[in-house]
T-cell receptor
Framework: NAGVTQTPKFRVLKTGQSMTLLCAQD?????MYWYRQDPGMGLRLIHYSVGEGTTAKGEVPDGYNVSRLKKQNFLLGLESAAPSQTSVYFC?????????????FGPGTRLLVL | QKEVEQDPGPLSVPEGAIVSLNCTYS??????FMWYRQYSRKGPELLMY????GNKEDGRFTAQVDKSSKYISLFIRDSQPSDSATYLCAMSVSGSWGKLQFGAGTQVVVTP
């Protein structure tokens, strides 16, 4: 099992450009999450999904959109990138109902917005 | 003010020493308490999970939760250089769809 994978690993964008980060999991997990990690801020939840076709806002959703068209994939989109979105992005997944707090994380995507 | 506070460190200890980490929080509704370990340039991985108050031990790791003081701790006994990582505390409210509130993380360096 690959677990949780993220594509790409690293990306440089110019202000105003758009991009999509892909998260894939092969554990048949219902719940998936997108976080961003900034120095001194810990991990902050951007958006999450409780199942295929569902999405919900987290703590810092502004400037991001998400889609969960397939159970195994969770996409994070930046429509118009801003320097404030420079960060490391982590995707995570977990079982439904019980064990939601046991989240399995991907290796991260480092994004630099110039 | 953040809901979860954690000293960022770095915390440097000699090999074999006990590492003591802690977090404080303000939301009394938190019921699930976790410690994640994150190696440099890797994703976090769950280390310890505790529900409500009490202690939990797993090998060299002990997690403690004191809900009355809104304080959680992680102890690492007989620390090894391989324990050098950032340790993140996390907590959540029951029924919150697994939405976790993380501390900023404490960097631990275990020197041989």
């Amino acid at each position: 099992n690959a677990g949780v994978t993220q594509t790409p690993k690293f990306r440089v964008l110019k202000t105003g450009q758009s991009m999509t980060l892909l998260c894939a999991q092969d554990m048949n997990h219902e719940y998936m999450y997108w976080y961003r990690q900034d120095p001194g801020m810990g991990l902050r939840l951007i958006h999450y999904s409780v199942g295929e076709g569902t999405t919900a806002k987290g703590e810092v959703p502004d400037g991001y959109n998400v889609s969960r068209l397939k159970k195994q994939n969770f996409l994070l989109g930046l429509e118009s990138a801003a320097p404030s979105q420079t960060s490391v992005y982590f995707c995570a997944s977990s079982y439904g109902t019980r064990g939601l707090e046991t989240q399995y994380f991907g290796p991260g995507t480092r994004l630099l917005v110039l | 003010q953040k809901e979860v506070e954690q000293d960022p460190g770095p915390l440097s200890v000699p090999e074999g020493a006990i590492v003591s980490l802690n977090c404080t929080y303000s939301n009394s509704a938190f019921q699930y308490f976790m410690w994640y370990r994150q190696y440099s340039r890797k994703g976090p991985e769950l280390l310890m999970y505790t529900y409500s108050s009490g202690n939990k031990e797993d090998g060299r790791f002990t997690a403690q939760v004191d809900k009355s003081s809104k304080y959680i701790s992680l102890f690492i006994r007989d620390s090894q250089p391989s324990d050098s990582a950032t340790y993140l505390c996390a907590m959540s409210v029951s029924g919150s769809w697994g939405k976790l509130q993380f501390g900023a993380g404490t960097q631990v360096v275990v020197t041989p």
